[in-house]
């Protein structure tokens, strides 16, 4: 009799434990939900590569709209009390030959009410999407980024330096840029902000004269800390450009490209090249043999 009524005091209390540990899960979880916004990488466009292989505009595009979380933030898009607006927006190409910068120029205007709510820190988002037959070199944008000259960079798609442009992907360039409290200063509600992004032509496919490469105008982002009592919150804001007052974003770049009709005398040119070094490193190596060997005969 005792045995039974310890066995059926053992089975009250795990069952006890049971459902007091299913209970506290629910409870954390509601708290999880209620307190943590959902995760949001560093780089906006990595969740984009992570379900696609290839760089394709309307896919991206789709990506913008449904796929960022925009986190606790969500219920702020159009809050007049933080509403970043774009003005103004310009790019430009700087530079000659096959090795130019993408110059970027906007302005964001923050409303009056904005600035009695400031946040502790933002910073703008540029995605680039660069056309075929253009590439950012990736080593060259961290050593920008280690000069402080950008917060933070990085380059998703094709990063294949070597190809030429009819072998090679399309490729994107994400940008971060830290910004000041001029943002949201009461003497100053507009802030310009200048980037140059340095990009390198690919080697284009045999035709006349140039390859037009043109740009479109790039993804714009504003990602904040927002004060509040509870936590310090991140927000990310898409900076919609059809409501700036001025765009001007479509630089075109003319890569020169190889003529088809000098294929034959190039070739030519280079074959009888290599001929030549060959036989001088060869001629070369046996005049050092044999007056190295003449040294040793004197010296004997």
């Known amino acids: 009799m005792e045995l039974h009524e310890l066995l059926a005091r053992s089975s009250t209390m795990v069952i006890a434990v049971i459902l007091i540990a299913r209970i506290s899960s629910c409870l954390n979880t509601a708290v999880l939900s209620e307190v943590h916004a959902p ?3 560093n ?3 990595k969740s984009y590569f992570n379900k696609h292989d290839n760089l394709v505009d309307s896919k991206f595009e789709d990506f913008i709209a449904h796929d960022i979380l925009y986190g606790a933030c969500e219920s702020l898009q159009g809050n007049v009390e933080f509403s970043p607006k774009l003005s103004a927006l ?3 190409l700087i530079g000659e030959g096959s090795h130019r910068r993408l110059s970027s120029t906007l302005r964001l205007k923050m409303s009056s009410e904005s600035i009695s709510m400031p946040p502790k820190s933002c910073e703008v988002i540029i995605v680039e999407r660069l056309p075929s ?3 950012a070199d990736p080593f060259e944008l961290q050593h920008l980024v280690q000069r402080g000259v950008f917060r933070d960079a990085a380059v998703f798609g094709d990063t294949n330096l070597e190809l030429p442009s009819f072998l090679s992907n399309r490729s994107l360039v994400e940008v971060h840029l830290e910004v000041g409290t001029n943002l949201t200063s009461q003497q100053k509600d507009e802030l310009e902000i200048h980037m140059e992004l340095p990009l390198h032509a690919r080697y284009q496919p045999l035709g006349h004269g140039f390859s037009r490469v043109q740009f479109a105008s790039p993804d714009l982002f504003l990602r904040c800390n927002i004060k509040r009592k509870e936590d310090d919150t991140g927000c990310l804001f898409l900076l919609d450009k059809q409501n700036a007052e001025s765009i001007d974003t479509h ?3 003319e890569v ?6 000098h294929t034959e005398v190039v070739s ?3 074959f009888i090249s290599a001929v030549l070094s060959a036989l001088l490193i060869i001629v070369a190596s046996i005049k050092y043999s044999d007056n190295a060997s003449n040294n040793i005969l004197k010296q004997s």
């Open 133 to 135: 037959g253009v590439f």
């Open 90 to 92: 310009h790019g430009k």
């Open 256 to 261: 020169p490209c190889g003529n088809r009709e």
């Open 268 to 270: 030519a040119f280079t």
């Open 251 to 253: 630089p075109v770049w």
């Open 39 to 41: 995760y949001v990488d």
């Open 43 to 45: 780089y906006v466009s």
